[in-house]
Protein backbone atom coordinates (compact mmCIF):
# COMPACT_ATOMS: atom_id res chain seq x y z
CA UNK A 1 0.00 0.00 0.00
CA UNK A 2 2.67 2.17 0.70
CA UNK A 3 4.50 2.41 -2.26
CA UNK A 4 1.26 2.71 -4.15
CA UNK A 5 0.24 5.68 -2.64
CA UNK A 6 4.14 7.04 -3.06
CA UNK A 7 4.82 5.69 -6.71
CA UNK A 8 0.90 5.17 -8.53
CA UNK A 9 -1.85 7.15 -6.67
CA UNK A 10 -0.81 10.50 -8.07
CA UNK A 11 -1.07 10.02 -11.51
CA UNK A 12 -4.40 8.26 -10.97
CA UNK A 13 -5.82 11.14 -9.06
CA UNK A 14 -4.77 13.65 -11.14
CA UNK A 15 -6.72 11.71 -13.92
CA UNK A 16 -9.61 11.15 -11.92
CA UNK A 17 -9.89 14.75 -11.05
CA UNK A 18 -9.86 15.85 -15.07
CA UNK A 19 -12.72 13.27 -15.29
CA UNK A 20 -14.42 14.94 -13.22
CA UNK A 21 -13.70 18.40 -14.41
CA UNK A 22 -12.44 19.39 -10.54
CA UNK A 23 -9.87 22.41 -10.31
CA UNK A 24 -6.29 20.94 -8.43
CA UNK A 25 -3.72 23.61 -6.69
CA UNK A 26 -0.74 22.07 -5.84
CA UNK A 27 1.03 18.44 -5.96
CA UNK A 28 1.62 15.37 -3.92
CA UNK A 29 1.82 14.73 -1.46
CA UNK A 30 -1.39 17.64 -0.35
CA UNK A 31 -3.62 18.62 -2.75
CA UNK A 32 -6.20 21.59 -2.99
CA UNK A 33 -9.19 20.51 -4.80
CA UNK A 34 -11.35 23.49 -3.72
CA UNK A 35 -12.39 24.49 -0.85
CA UNK A 36 -11.23 20.49 0.37
CA UNK A 37 -8.02 19.45 1.19
CA UNK A 38 -6.49 16.53 0.69
CA UNK A 39 -3.20 14.56 2.30
CA UNK A 40 -1.71 11.43 1.37
CA UNK A 41 0.19 9.56 3.96
CA UNK A 42 2.15 6.87 2.64
CA UNK A 43 3.59 6.01 6.15
CA UNK A 44 0.19 5.83 6.92
CA UNK A 45 -1.93 3.95 4.56
CA UNK A 46 -4.31 6.24 3.96
CA UNK A 47 -5.72 9.64 2.49
CA UNK A 48 -7.56 12.39 4.43
CA UNK A 49 -9.94 15.08 3.47
CA UNK A 50 -9.61 17.96 5.07
CA UNK A 51 -7.96 15.63 8.26
CA UNK A 52 -11.12 13.15 7.79
CA UNK A 53 -9.53 9.52 7.01
CA UNK A 54 -10.87 7.98 3.94
CA UNK A 55 -11.53 4.24 3.60
CA UNK A 56 -11.19 3.90 0.16
CA UNK A 57 -7.80 4.42 -1.42
CA UNK A 58 -9.14 4.35 -5.37
CA UNK A 59 -8.32 7.88 -6.96
CA UNK A 60 -11.83 7.85 -9.29
CA UNK A 61 -13.61 7.02 -5.96
CA UNK A 62 -11.86 9.66 -3.80
CA UNK A 63 -12.30 12.57 -6.85
CA UNK A 64 -16.01 11.00 -7.22
CA UNK A 65 -17.17 12.01 -3.55
CA UNK A 66 -15.23 15.34 -3.45
CA UNK A 67 -17.43 16.30 -6.89
CA UNK A 68 -20.55 14.89 -4.65
CA UNK A 69 -19.76 17.15 -2.07
CA UNK A 70 -18.34 20.48 -3.94
CA UNK A 71 -21.96 19.64 -6.43
CA UNK A 72 -23.71 19.32 -2.68
CA UNK A 73 -22.14 22.74 -1.53
CA UNK A 74 -22.88 24.97 -4.73
CA UNK A 75 -26.46 23.83 -4.72
CA UNK A 76 -26.86 25.16 -1.20
CA UNK A 77 -28.32 28.17 0.01
CA UNK A 78 -25.80 30.95 0.04
CA UNK A 79 -27.22 34.92 0.78
CA UNK A 80 -24.65 36.69 -1.05
CA UNK A 81 -26.01 40.06 0.34
CA UNK A 82 -25.35 39.02 4.17
CA UNK A 83 -21.87 37.03 3.39
CA UNK A 84 -20.64 40.68 1.83
CA UNK A 85 -22.13 42.60 4.53
CA UNK A 86 -20.37 40.42 7.33
CA UNK A 87 -17.09 40.28 5.23
CA UNK A 88 -17.88 44.14 4.96
CA UNK A 89 -17.94 44.69 8.82
CA UNK A 90 -15.26 42.78 9.31
CA UNK A 91 -12.91 44.67 6.71
CA UNK A 92 -14.32 47.43 9.35
CA UNK A 93 -12.87 46.04 12.01
CA UNK A 94 -9.37 44.93 10.70
CA UNK A 95 -9.00 49.13 9.37
CA UNK A 96 -10.13 50.18 12.59
CA UNK A 97 -7.17 47.96 14.15
CA UNK A 98 -5.00 49.44 11.48
CA UNK A 99 -5.49 52.73 11.86
CA UNK A 100 -5.49 52.71 16.08
CA UNK A 101 -2.08 50.33 15.60
CA UNK A 102 -0.40 52.60 13.41
CA UNK A 103 -2.12 56.55 14.47
CA UNK A 104 -2.83 56.88 10.46
CA UNK A 105 -5.88 57.49 9.55
CA UNK A 106 -6.41 55.74 5.69
CA UNK A 107 -9.61 54.35 4.63
CA UNK A 108 -10.28 52.27 1.82
CA UNK A 109 -6.73 50.37 2.11
CA UNK A 110 -6.24 46.69 1.70
CA UNK A 111 -6.38 44.36 4.40
CA UNK A 112 -5.04 41.07 4.26
CA UNK A 113 -7.34 38.76 3.89
CA UNK A 114 -6.58 35.69 6.23
CA UNK A 115 -6.83 38.78 9.01
CA UNK A 116 -10.36 39.27 7.99
CA UNK A 117 -10.84 34.98 8.33
CA UNK A 118 -9.71 35.74 11.71
CA UNK A 119 -12.23 38.53 12.78
CA UNK A 120 -14.96 36.42 11.15
CA UNK A 121 -13.57 33.04 13.02
CA UNK A 122 -12.49 33.98 17.03
CA UNK A 123 -12.23 31.10 18.41
CA UNK A 124 -10.80 28.22 17.28
CA UNK A 125 -14.45 26.16 17.33
CA UNK A 126 -15.52 28.68 15.20
CA UNK A 127 -12.34 28.20 12.52
CA UNK A 128 -12.81 24.28 12.49
CA UNK A 129 -16.64 24.77 11.79
CA UNK A 130 -15.94 27.03 9.18
CA UNK A 131 -12.20 26.64 7.66
CA UNK A 132 -10.25 29.16 5.59
CA UNK A 133 -11.00 26.67 2.48
CA UNK A 134 -14.78 27.09 3.12
CA UNK A 135 -14.33 30.84 3.64
CA UNK A 136 -12.19 30.90 0.11
CA UNK A 137 -15.50 28.96 -1.23
CA UNK A 138 -17.69 31.12 -0.14
CA UNK A 139 -15.37 34.18 -1.98
CA UNK A 140 -15.49 32.33 -4.84
CA UNK A 141 -19.39 32.43 -5.24
CA UNK A 142 -19.32 35.91 -4.70
CA UNK A 143 -17.05 36.12 -7.90
CA UNK A 144 -19.02 33.70 -9.57
CA UNK A 145 -22.22 35.71 -8.86
CA UNK A 146 -20.69 38.92 -10.27
CA UNK A 147 -22.35 40.87 -7.05
CA UNK A 148 -19.33 42.51 -5.55
CA UNK A 149 -21.72 45.69 -4.02
CA UNK A 150 -22.53 45.59 -0.19
CA UNK A 151 -25.61 46.07 0.77
CA UNK A 152 -24.19 50.04 1.88
CA UNK A 153 -22.82 50.28 -1.60
CA UNK A 154 -18.87 49.64 -1.28
CA UNK A 155 -17.86 47.59 -3.63
CA UNK A 156 -15.60 44.33 -2.48
CA UNK A 157 -11.96 44.33 -4.50
CA UNK A 158 -9.19 41.18 -4.40
CA UNK A 159 -5.88 41.47 -4.95
CA UNK A 160 -2.39 39.07 -4.36
CA UNK A 161 -0.20 39.16 -2.20
CA UNK A 162 3.56 39.19 -2.67
CA UNK A 163 3.66 36.28 0.41
CA UNK A 164 1.98 33.07 -0.91
CA UNK A 165 1.89 32.25 2.72
CA UNK A 166 -0.64 35.06 3.44
CA UNK A 167 -2.66 34.06 0.14
CA UNK A 168 -5.63 31.55 -0.07
CA UNK A 169 -6.48 30.11 -3.11
CA UNK A 170 -9.46 31.21 -4.27
CA UNK A 171 -11.39 30.06 -8.01
CA UNK A 172 -12.38 33.00 -9.74
CA UNK A 173 -15.34 33.56 -11.70
CA UNK A 174 -14.07 31.18 -14.41
CA UNK A 175 -13.01 28.41 -12.14
CA UNK A 176 -9.90 29.08 -12.26
CA UNK A 177 -7.82 29.20 -9.35
CA UNK A 178 -6.17 32.29 -8.04
CA UNK A 179 -3.97 33.37 -5.31
CA UNK A 180 -5.58 36.09 -2.70
CA UNK A 181 -3.98 38.20 -0.62
CA UNK A 182 -5.60 41.31 0.45
CA UNK A 183 -9.27 42.78 0.37
CA UNK A 184 -10.57 46.27 0.14
CA UNK A 185 -13.80 47.92 -0.04
CA UNK A 186 -14.44 50.78 -1.29
CA UNK A 187 -17.04 53.57 -2.87
CA UNK A 188 -16.82 54.10 -6.48
CA UNK A 189 -16.79 57.62 -8.13
Known amino acids: MQSYL ?35 LPEKDMVTIDDRICRNLRPGVLAGRLKKSIDRLNAASFDIQRFLQSLAAAYDTEMARQIAKTKIDAYEQEVLLKD ?33 NAPDGRRLWLGNVRNNRQALVVLDAQAQPQRFGVIKFYREG
Request: proline residues 7%.
Open 116 to 148: VYNTLTPLPRQRRDYPAQLFAFDLHRVLKSGWM
Open 6 to 40: QEEFHRGFMDALAAESLAVEAEYPVYEVLPYKVRV
